[in-house]
């Protein structure tokens, strides 16, 4: 019937011009529209079949028997479940599973919140129950929808899908974010209703094929078959109220230029595509991720297709087909129609891949595996760090590793071959695809509290957690350090972890194996460009990250900034990521970074390229420089920061910025809070024209004096930040509050920070701004005074020597621009090398420990020291 219902339509609609210039796709042009393949290949699936498989099954079994966590995870889920068994029934399921199209639960402001001069959001903030299921509440006004004074009076009705009708709150239109529509809390309890039940049916399954009672599976299937039954006649629509009136799979490939007007509120007029298409389109939802529907019923299916009752199949073999055809396959029309590769859609191809293990269909396993594959290959770098921020990785990563879970080990069935003759066996993502590099960049990513420096677009705290430990530490047993780093994050017997996964995937006995302390190594990614230099017996004291990354999206106007993390604490830290808070600019913004501002001016964005120029770590020394191109007069821009471990256990850092081009330097760095006090010249008011108003501080003091400056912020636990330099001639020095909130929620609204500006008139040759950071705890500070020493005139643009002196040592410090060999005087000594970096500290007269990078030479005193 369906067939021939669809060949009338594509009759019908090649002779309707299209809003577009693009041909109008039709279904039979959509190779993966051919469901006759699943007929050859659905009784060889086994099952279950799609994240969840029949080892994973036993694993749960062992787990059960063995662990505490396992038995709590189960009694909970059949806590939740327990009563449902007794409530389904068909009256009951056709009002959770209505036939007419359900809404979206966002896209709903509230008239009422409006009419008393409340703040109203465009999604609403709403409360619902499945008790209450015909009711929505306002939570910030308290009003009750539906509602006399807000009738829903604007009804639009569809001619396909069995006289389904719309109704929309007939009050003044709102600007739902680009669009001029209006609420229809119908269409948001009907979807509300939908995601309800879907999720109480993916929870029932899993209760049944955990617990075997099979009052589970036979619920179950009574919502799947309804759900199956509805799902064919819902229209393919948007959130923001339009919908396809058409059938949806002419909608679902044709979204932008559909054949006909779609249905939308006044005044709102039809212009034959839904607002803003597949970003925000679906079915039994309207946000542009109906994967998340599919997966549900997949997995729902997939736990309970094979159960038993009383010595009968729950299902008959018709309701699987029905299911199969009319719910699992229908629902992932829309999903295969889109061919972009976005954060929404890798999720969605995902859900196909797992319909097609599911159904038997090895063309859809393939259309999830290439989203997946451009993913790891595409979205992620080559040295599989991320291309946005390590925040955004975590999102990309939700949307793909499921179907990494699902395609272990999967086999194409018995006697298949692609169109190229090709089958897959046995396949194995974890070791065969970059997705090894994946894991590995996620890892090497952290900073020694096992969270994520807030560079770029993210914020501070962000850590992989139990989800992504535990897949970690299940797919690669050989590797200890992923097993490391489940037990830090689930607990040595591992009993905090995600059960949900480790129920299914965690070897029974991995908490009884030996794990090894989770050890972060030094570490410079390629590729995405971002070094770190870490201390500590297993490298978790500390983590300075200098980035050098290339602009893209998610990223900021930060190169060359430096990012310093120690025992617990933000030292230079990096303010974040704002969301979507209209003031999101100010932490992009480069002032908002520790870096070189050139001429008062934002970095540029596109073609600042970014490169390391050296990274090397000895145990003494560990040195790291990076250059880019962040401003078009500077030729030269480049950042040499060292770790020196002056002493055992303590190190501290040595800070070099060289900038070349433009009128104006300003080395600017905020500290990690406002109690900071200031040792240096006197310091007074300065003229609001000395700093750069790109800067935008308030309060601005500081001085023009040469001489040394200590700054140090008093941090918690007696513990401080010092930050060291010396004002060369011509320097300007200034302290200014800056913007200081980094919390989208606005909880601090108004923050502030001391930023520390540092300028120097730029013109002939080049700036070195020089500058020595410490953390310091209760011993008393290593660093007592930097300063740059003079070198030989010709050596002047190449060569920079500083001086650093602790309670028991100076280490002399030299970089050159290029390897060359210069003979250096010091008031200690003759220092002789021709690497690009050197270090030789001296105590007690004599070279206690000396290092040099990119070279051969090292002499003290004309004595070789290395
Ligand atoms: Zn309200
Ligand atoms: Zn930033």
Sequence with gaps: MRRCRDFLL????????????????????????????????????????????????????????????AQEYLRGLERSVRDWPQKINPEYLRQMVPATTPGDTLFTPCPACRDQGKPWHPHGQWDWSAEASDRLTCKICGTVFPNEKYPEAIELRAAYGGGQVFTYCG?????????????????????????????????????????????????????????????????????????????????????????????CPPPARPDRRLHTGYWSAGRASGVGMEAGFVRKMVEAYEFTCEAVADGRPVYSDDERIRIEQDLLLESSVLLFADKQVNNKSVGNATAVALVGMSVGHPEMVRFGLDVFLK??????????????????????????????????????????????????????????????KVWAAMFN????????????????????????????????????????????TAGDDLARGDRSLAIYYRPVDLADQQAPPVTLPDYCFPELKLGYLRSGPTGRDSSLVLSATDWGGHHHLDSLNLYYWHQGQELLSDLGYLWDHPQKPMTMRTPAHNTVIVDGKDQVSKGRGGAFT????????????????????????????????????????????????????????????????????????????????????????????????????????????????????????????????????????????????????????LTAFVTAFQSVGAADPIVEEIRRLPVPEDQAEGTVLIAVRTAS????????????????????????SDGRFAVVSIQSGKPAFAQVFDGEVLRWNDQDCR
């Design 445 to 488: 990513g952290m900073q020694g509290d096992l969270s994520y420096p807030p560079l770029a677009d993210g914020s501070p705290g962000s850590q992989l957690g139990a989800h992504y430990a535990e897949l970690m530490a299940d797919n690669y047993p050989e590797n200890p350090q992923y097993q490391a780093l489940l037990k830090a």
């Design 375 to 436: 993913t790891v290959d595409g979205w992620f770098l080559p040295d599989g760090g991320t291309s946005e921020s390590w925040a955004y990785a975590m999102m990309t990563l939700g949307g793909v590793s499921p179907l990494g879970q699902a395609l272990r080990g999967y086999s194409d069935p018995p006697g298949y071959r692609d169109a190229e003759g090709k089958r897959i066996d046995r396949m194995d993502l974890y070791h065969d695809t970059a997705y090894s």
């Design 614 to 765: 050296l990274f090397a770590t000895t145990q003494r020394v560990k040195v790291m420089e990076a250059e880019s191109r962040a401003y078009a007069q500077a030729d030269l821009y480049r950042r040499t920061v060292a770790q020196i471990e002056c002493s055992d256990g303590r190190h501290y850092i040595v800070d070099l910025f060289r900038v070349r081009g433009g009128q104006r330097h300003e080395y600017v760095f905020h500290g990690p809070n406002r109690d900071v006090a200031t040792k240096g010249p006197s310091v007074g008011p300065i003229d609001a024209g000395e700093v750069s108003s790109a800067l935008d501080l308030a309060n601005v003091r500081g001085s023009g004096k040469p001489g040394p400056w200590t700054l140090t912020w008093n941090l918690a636990d007696h513990r401080r930040f010092q930050a060291l330099w010396e004002n060369e001639a011509g320097q300007l020095t200034m302290i200014g509050d800056g913007w200081g909130q980094r919390d989208w929620h606005n909880t601090d609204l108004g923050a502030t920070l001391p930023y520390v500006v540092r300028r120097a008139g730029a013109g002939k040759g």
């Design 809 to 832: 040592s100076t280490e002399y410090v030299v970089s050159c621009i290029e390897p060359r060999r210069v003979k250096l005087t010091t008031p200690d000594g003759s220092l002789e």
């Design 171 to 263: 009050a003044e239109p709102f600007q739902i974010f680009s669009y001029l529509g209006r609420p229809s809390f119908s269409g948001n309890i009907r979807a509300r209703k939908v995601h309800f039940i879907s999720g109480i049916c993916r929870q029932l399954a899993e209760a049944y094929a955990l617990s075997g009672k099979t009052e589970y599976a036979r619920a179950t299937r009574a919502i799947l078959l309804r759900l199956a039954e509805a799902y064919p006649q819902w229209l393919v629509h948007v959130g923001y109220g339009e919908y396809a009136d058409m059938d949806p799979h002419v909608a679902a490939l044709n979204i932008n230029h559909l054949p006909k007007d779609e249905l």
């Design 10 to 69: 594509i009759m019908v609609l090649c002779s309707v011009a299209t809003a577009a210039d693009e041909p109008v796709r039709k279904p039979s042009d959509e190779p993966l529209l051919g469901w006759a393949v699943c007929r050859v290949h659905r009784t060889s699936v086994v099952h279950p079949a799609a994240t969840i498989k029949p080892d994973d099954l036993a694993r749960a079994k062992g787990n059960l028997e063995r662990h505490a966590w």
